[in-house]
């Protein structure tokens, strides 16, 4: 892949964006392709191991062909729905229709996906090092009361400003005037210095909770644990979702395995747990994993024999449960401000989504709107995810009840009308302006949502 070129000693970027996972890449596109002088520091070198689920829905797919990036997946393996299994039933439902978005969706290695974003960004004019580790920020010492470094979870709270869905909007950041790096390949350390700094370095976020950013612990937070195996299905068109995975004792656990085809030989599968239910921290996900690997259909060919390696693990922060999302000079975007869909534990897409969003305000910000113009990077989340999440961190709590999940799946596994326009409420491919099925399944979920309210300090 080509870099930029060496930093210029003092040289100020517009914009420092730190981690090119899809959310931190995304945005350096935009950055880039608009003009701005953008620098990107990234931990690893690509192409890079990156624990995930490999799926990309319809929304994502949308945000790689903004990019110009749909030709680059040709050779990837491309999906037309999601089969859903639950008691004893299974369900094929094809992705539905929608004016923006396709009717499918790719599967990809995020070994193979975030080099090639990554490298977009490249050659839209952005300047990435590699290799090339954040230590910390730089903080300006002379405005020490403008926000809480050191952050770490929060107790529960109303959710923010408004109630509408963002973690502590009526917190900002402190300003930051860039990071200090460190090459982890010669092992020099030197500071990048930049007018707005993008914090998009994933779910641990060492440099958001630097700046203060915190979790929402009343907020859903996702567990999950995936592996590749070697399959005679790996180009099955549908992705393949089992609801109703037990634990070592039969019992039906808060969470869903997956089987995802990659059409290289290989198939990407895991299992996924809710933190709503107090009952998740006693769970052995390794243990889970052994289970759903041993009693998957057949048909896959599952197996120890056929794992490719150990499987790995990763925390999914939902539902905008990190904040705040601003500050003077810094934005948070992607799982450093845990914008993964609470409905489906999607946050490529998201990451893509947020990572664009940010670059737009960071445009108005360096075109003469400055610190004002982040404040509507806070708002314009609110507005495009916040009710959605409010309703998605609802649905959670409901279905982290397993009688109430039995029930719900049970029930709905015999209609696959109302699983389809399920699929199409917790992808978030609602239509705008159309009061079909789904859309009105939504507002009566966003009706019992007002009935559940968020349990102060759960996970
Ligand atoms: C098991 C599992 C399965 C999943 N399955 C799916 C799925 O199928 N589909 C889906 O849409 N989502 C899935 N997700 C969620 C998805 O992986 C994340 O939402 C997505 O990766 C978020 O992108 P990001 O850019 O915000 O963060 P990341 O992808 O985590 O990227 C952050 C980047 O920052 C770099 N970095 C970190 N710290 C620093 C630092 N200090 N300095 C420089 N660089 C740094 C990292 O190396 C990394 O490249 C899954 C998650 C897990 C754990």
């Keep these: 892949m080509v870099e930029g070129t060496n930093g210029k000693h003092g040289h100020v970027h517009d914009v420092l964006v730190i981690g090119a996972g899809p959310s931190g890449s995304a945005c ?8 701005w002088d953008v620098a990107v520091v990234e931990k690893k070198r690509f192409p890079r191991e990156k624990t995930c689920g490999d799926g990309l829905t319809p929304r994502a797919v949308r945000q790689l062909a903004d990019m110009g990036l749909e030709g680059a997946l040709a050779g990837s393996h491309r999906y037309h729905g999601l089969r859903s299994f639950g008691f004893g039933r299974s369900l094929e439902l094809t992705w539905p229709d929608h004016p923006d978005f396709p009717a499918y969706g790719y599967t990809i290695t995020r070994y193979d996906l975030d080099g090639l974003v990554c490298e977009r960004a490249v050659k839209a004019g952005a300047t990435v090092w590699q290799a090339t ?13 403008g926000g809480r470094p050191g952050g770490a979870d929060r107790p529960g709270g109303a959710g923010g400003a408004g109630g509408a869905g963002t973690a502590t ?45 915190a979790r ?15 399959s005679p ?36 599968v895991g299992v996924g747990l809710l933190s709503t239910d107090r009952r998740w921290k006693g769970v052995n996900t390794s243990r889970l994993m052994d289970s759903f690997v041993q009693c998957a259909p057949q048909s896959w060919g599952l197996s120890p024999e056929s794992a490719c390696g150990p499987p790995t693990g990763g925390k999914l922060p939902m539902g905008m449960a ?23 534990g999607e946050g490529i897409a998201y990451g893509y989504e947020t990572g664009r969003l940010a670059a ?6 360096l075109s003469g709107g400055g610190a004002a113009a982040l404040t509507g990077y806070e708002r314009q989340l609110t507005e495009s995810y916040g009710e959605y999440y409010r309703i998605g961190r609802a649905f ?17 596994m015999h209609s696959e009308w109302f699983m389809s326009e399920l699929l199409r409420i917790m992808a978030n491919l609602m239509r705008p302006e159309r009061a079909g099925a789904s859309e009105i399944g939504y507002q009566l979920l966003d009706l019992a949502a007002r009935y559940l309210p968020e349990e102060p300090g759960a996970a």
């Design 28 to 35: 350096a596109y935009w950055l880039a392709d608009a003009g």
């Design 233 to 268: 299905r790996h180009d099955d068109p549908f992705i393949e979702s089992h609801l109703d995975i037990r634990d070592a004792e039969g019992e039906v656990v808060p969470g869903y395995g997956w089987i995802f085809p990659l059409g290289d030989g290989r198939v990407n």
């Design 396 to 412: 959670v709590r409901l279905i982290s009840n397993p009688e109430v999940m039995r029930r719900c799946v049970s029930l709905g």
């Design 169 to 213: 909007s009526s917190e900002v950041l402190p300003p930051c005037g860039g990071a200090t790096v460190r090459d982890r390949e010669s092992g020099e350390t030197r500071d990048v210095r930049a007018r707005y700094v993008v914090v998009a370095d994933g779910s641990n976020s060492r440099i958001g909770r630097a700046l203060g950013t």
């Design 360 to 365: 737009a305000f960071l445009g108005e910000a």
């Design 133 to 145: 580790e954040a230590l910390e920020p730089l903080l300006a010492h002379d405005s020490a009361g």
């Design 216 to 230: 929402q612990r009343n907020h859903p937070l996702g567990m999950a644990l995936r592996g590749y195996y070697r």
């Design 322 to 344: 990190v904040g705040p999302h601003a500050g003077e000079n810094v934005v948070v975007i992607g799982d450093a401000g845990g914008s993964i869909n609470p409905f489906n």
